[in-house]
């Protein structure tokens, strides 16, 4: 039988296991990047496992989270990045040169390469063709150490995409709402999903990685797209021409499953507060008087998108009742908006052009007011994430976002007089990597810099025998990282102190969440109890330190997203799924679970029978933890185990 591209990389790429959907394989990695919101832990983990050099072809440490520096946590971090990089063989891309995956994809990305990158939008880099996947610090760590990386195998859906793109105002972003329309944020959980059929060729590789950027959203490992003749004009006109291969299905290809998108059928989609699933057509909601606007961000940053935003602009005016926020998404496509004029355009119109940087994306600047509406072409609406609970964020195409800063409502483009611009990739991209530092030479000569923000990463205790602890929380569906773990700009910077940000763990669900567990953990420990697909969203692990410094032990819940579910178990702590769902009815907060012969169960069959104390019954749940997996929890966490490895 024919294989498809995912299986192509995969066997290329495989060190141990079997490619069958559900088990455990282990994979070799041609590129790791890391952001420095995620980053400073991951080097701080890469030091500690004692590896002098980075073992993996490519590795390159990004700065685009925490820009604002309104103290000395953020400079204080970056130069940290930087002289890790320089010391243990990783290229450094310096704050201002843009967000991770858009440089990468311009400068780094190669299709046929694996690459795992410190932040759940990694597989923005699937436009190219690479199989990128969104991982954990610890994990980055590792790799870079020199280990496989081991992952389940996913199944593979393809997404057979017919038509083209033709419609008035219909862009890439309008493709992936639509998947997020139909499949919902819980869709792509242990997937990935392979676009092919013959609308590819409508789509260039900016636009591809547009639909593969918010795949995260569907909760999929990642998405890819075949490497074309449209792959090679992206990596000619970025003056990579030598890194293209062709990478196509066997005509003759299985999948898992199979789902068909006609371009030519799609029409303007909006994602509705509070998240990217709550997709509806534009004409739906018009009408709605708005706050903000802000354009760019890693999902709809390229060239052309900014170039047509600025077209729209152009002579025209910022509604009065509007605030515009532009954060282009690279140095290189923010150099050449200035070179052709399109940034005057912009700031002539009335735009607040910010650097390029996540920016309003994880709050960092840029909230919108209270009760206020703000359309975005960012990929995520989760309530708080912009800085704001109180505010409503809607997800759109750049192109409606401009078409709204002008008439300062929520409106479908096709009902104003405005025309569309032409979309088109240059034929090159200015080439300026000035901004991107090599490693050295000699790395053992570099002093790494290491500033008062940055503390060491805390160690889980060795597993008990028996866990005694309570239910400081229960939840429900699709708990975010966002809501374990808020980001924005007061919270962000802590980000390198366990302790100051373990505070504000859960904090705009209950403020007093990191008190109590602090209280449990004394007298045992803690459990959090989630519904279905918990821990969905970003891949920041300190959604899992945090609460284990908290002394949380164990995490019940219906379901976990796949980046989440991993971290918890690097930082030893037991994701277990009730045998019977219902049960979740039979555990409350402030219940006292007793969990006995730990160890034993772990190493058998994984089943584990909860004591609810206080109700006096009992329930069922299990882990589905790999050998691997197993070793790691009973070793106290991947780091206690790296260690033991090497040294
Ligand atoms: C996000 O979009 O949520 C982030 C901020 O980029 C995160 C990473 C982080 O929390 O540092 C992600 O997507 O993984
Ligand atoms: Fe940055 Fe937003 Fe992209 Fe995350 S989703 S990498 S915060 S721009």
Known sequence: MGKN???????SHLVSGELKPGSPIQIRVDEVYTQDATGTMAWLQFEATGVEKVKVPLA??????????????????????????????????RPGNGICHQV?????????????????????????????????????????????????????????????????????????????????????????????????????????????NMGAELGATTSIFPSDEKTRHFLAAQGRQEHWIELVPDPDASYDERIEIDLGSLEPLIAQPHSPDNVVPIRDVAGK????????????????????????LKGRRVADNVSLH???????????????????DMIAAGARM????????????????????????????????????????????????????????ITDPRDTDIDMPALSEPEEFIINDNMLIPPAEEGSEVEIIKGPNIKEVPLKEPLEEEINAEVVLKVGDNITTDDIMPAGSDILPLRSNIPAISEYVFYNLDRDFS???????????????????????????????????????????RSFARIHRKNLINFGIIPMTFVNGDDYSKIEQGDMIRITSVPESL????????????????IDCRSDLSDRERELILSGGLLAYVRKKFQ
């Open 60 to 93: 390159v440490s990004y700065v685009d989270h925490n820009m604002i520096q309104s103290n000395f946590r953020n400079p204080d971090d970056h130069l940290f990045l930087q002289t890790a990089a320089r010391r243990f063989g990783a290229y450094f891309s």
């Open 289 to 312: 008087k708005i706050n903000q606007v802000c354009i760019g961000s890693c999902t709809n940053s390229s060239y052309q998108a900014m170039k047509a935003v600025a077209l729209i």
């Open 104 to 212: 990468n994809l311009e400068r780094f990305a190669r299709p046929g390469w694996v690459a795992l990158g410190t932040d759940s939008h990694t597989p923005t880099n699937g436009g190219i063709g690479m199989l990128a996947i969104g991982v954990g610090g610890l994990d980055a760590a590792t790799v870079m150490a020199g280990l496989p990386y081991e992952l389940q195998m996913p199944e593979v859906v393809n997404v057979y995409l017919t038509g083209r793109l033709e419609r008035p105002w219909v862009t890439a972003m309008d493709v992936i709402l639509e998947l997020l329309r139909r499949l919902t944020v819980k869709g792509g959980v242990g997937r990935v999903f392979e676009y092919t059929g013959p609308g590819v060729e409508d789509l260039n590789v900016t636009e591809r990685a547009t639909i593969t």
């Open 515 to 557: 008190k109590r567990a602090l209280g449990a953990k004394k007298r045992g420990g803690g459990i959090i109890v989630g519904g279905d697909n918990y821990g969905q969203g970003s891949s920041r692990e300190h959604a899992a330190i945090a609460p284990m410094y908290l002394g949380i032990k164990v995490v019940v819940a």
């Open 354 to 409: 910010l650097e390029s940087s996540c920016g309003p994306c994880i709050g960092m600047g840029g909230s919108p007011g209270t009760g206020h509406i703000s359309i975005r072409s960012y990929n995520r609406n989760f309530r708080g994430r912009c800085g704001n609970k109180d505010a409503h964020v809607y997800l759109t195409n750049p192109l409606a976002c401009a078409v709204m800063a002008i008439t300062g409502e």
């Open 326 to 344: 532009i954060n282009p998404g690279s140095k290189q496509v923010y150099e050449m908006l200035a070179r052709d004029g399109s940034l005057a």
């Open 603 to 618: 190493n058998s069959n994984q089943q584990y029978r909860l004591y609810n104390i206080t109700k006096d019954t009992y």
């Open 5 to 11: 591209i995912v299986r192509k990389i995969l066997e």
